[in-house]
């Protein structure tokens, strides 16, 4: 035995094992490099991502905005003293709001007297200063008349030039906003006539032609409303159908052909399940096309087999003992499964839930075969209203021309991104205060 345990120590000592020791750290050590390089490598690419949406994205945010002293003169907007309610409104509405913006800013450069310069001096400001004019006075009967200061939108050339994502130092032909246009932009700055603010607009207004008038509430809102829809038609169908598969099934062809083919829908392309929404909700049951309820049982269709998948695997991760304890008290099938399995399973069916929720916001491909890509301006109302999503609003700035309409790309992003967030940071606090331990 002796000569046994030496000779082992000898073979092991040897120069030819250490060698071969030696080899094996070092392949371990390597290993490790390389998971920590992979680490780093996706953690630099993700933090590159993120720099180059928040570094375009954020000035989304902030808005040029262009003080006036604007006469609220009777003469042009007509006599509205004695007129209340409906009559003063369609007054309102009717009323050349325009024609203040000019009179302010001919008052502000009297030397412009060219038609064409005159063109390119009201071309500074966003003809969204109507609506803000409009609104104040219907704000402030009192002001018909008066001359009063208001801070209005500028144009979206002038908001990129003193955000500068134009540069003033390129040549003239280069940009689409001129050099006397410039010149007339410092002469305000110089007056302390222009300032940036926080943009309410992008996050109160739904979708616009003008880069400086579009907003995201249209989007969001739609969004909200699919959402709702989806989870209202998945989630209750997911968990039934994954408790019956899992609990009281019993194993035969058919219901291994039902399993299989759950399995692979998981796995379909989500633009086929736009086709299946565009064949049935829309030409087979005449739904409002471009509503968030058919955009949103288009996402259930997508969503239901991931719900069922995790459900199947949170029921299957509870302990059979927990069964078998509950059937020795007595209890049905059906109690067994309402008043022990679901409950401890619920972690795991929410934390699924979740996910496939985030997934379904952030789909763009079956929103687009239903008709959801369509131009929207207004907020949507109701379930059966023209509306858009958030995903789908982003391309369509995307495929935009305009110069104005990269940042709100960049800062759309940014509130999807922050939405997909809370929806994760969600299915954690939810998972951690259900979740049982055993």
């Known amino acids: 035995m002796s000569e046994a345990r030496s000779e082992s120590a000898t ?108 063109r390119q001096l009201q071309g500074l400001v966003s003809v969204g200063a109507r609506a803000v004019l409009r609104e104040r006075l219907a704000s402030e009967p009192a002001l018909l008349g008066q001359t009063v200061p208001v801070w209005v939108p500028a144009a979206s050339e002038v908001d990129m030039l ?20 410039i010149a007339w932009l410092e002469a305000l700055e110089r007056a302390g006539r222009v300032r940036s603010e926080f943009n309410v607009t992008f996050l109160t207004t739904g979708d616009s032609r003008e880069p400086e008038l579009a907003g995201i509430w249209g989007a969001v809102v739609g969004s909200f ?46 633009i086929v399940f736009g086709l299946l929404g565009l064949a049935v909700f829309l030409n087979v049951m005449n739904l409002p096309r471009s509503a968030p309820l058919v955009g949103g049982l288009t996402l259930a269709l997508m969503t239901l087999p991931t719900i069922i998948i995790a459900g199947r695997s949170a029921i299957q991760a509870v302990p059979p003992s927990i069964r078998e304890a509950a059937q020795g008290v007595g209890a049905s099938p059906l109690q067994v499964v309402a008043h022990h399995v679901l409950p401890l399973a ?14 379904a916001l952030g789909e763009t491909a079956p929103l687009l075969m239903i008709g959801m890509v ?31 309409f990269v940042e709100k790309v960049s800062g759309a992003i940014l509130v999807l991104l922050a939405f997909l967030l809370v929806m994760n940071a969600g299915a954690i606090v939810l998972r951690q205060k259900f979740e049982k331990r055993w």
């Open 11 to 118: 073979r092991w000592s040897s120069v030819e094992m250490r060698r071969r020791i030696r080899r094996r750290h070092l392949a371990e050590r390597r290993f490790r490099l390389y998971g920590v390089l992979a680490i780093g490598v996706a953690v630099l690419t993700l933090g590159g991502l993120l720099a180059s949406i928040v570094s375009k994205g954020h000035t989304a945010f902030v808005q040029t905005q262009i003080l006036l002293e604007v006469t609220f003169d009777p003469e042009v907007l007509g006599d509205l003293a004695g007129l209340e309610g409906e009559a003063r409104e369609r007054a309102l509405r009717s009323a050349d709001f325009g024609a203040l913006v000019r009179q302010a800013l001919s008052l502000e450069f009297p030397d412009v007297t060219d038609r064409r310069d005159v």
């Open 162 to 181: 003193v955000k500068g994502a134009i540069s003033r130092a390129v040549p003239e032909s280069e940009r689409r906003i001129g050099d006397r246009e």
């Open 225 to 270: 409303l699919m959402l709702v829809v989806t989870l209202v038609v998945s989630f209750p169908l997911g968990v039934l159908a994954a408790v019956y598969l899992e609990e009281f099934a019993t194993r035969n062809r058919w219901n291994d052909l039902i399993e299989v083919n759950i399995n692979n829908l998981a796995a379909v392309p989500s």
């Open 346 to 359: 619920l972690p795991g069916i929410l934390t699924g839930t979740i996910i496939g929720m985030a997934r």
């Open 374 to 404: 369509a131009f929207v301006v207004d907020v949507p109302g109701g379930l059966r209203d023209a509306a858009t999503a958030l995903p789908v609003q982003i391309f369509l700035w995307a495929d935009s021309p305009e110069r104005g």
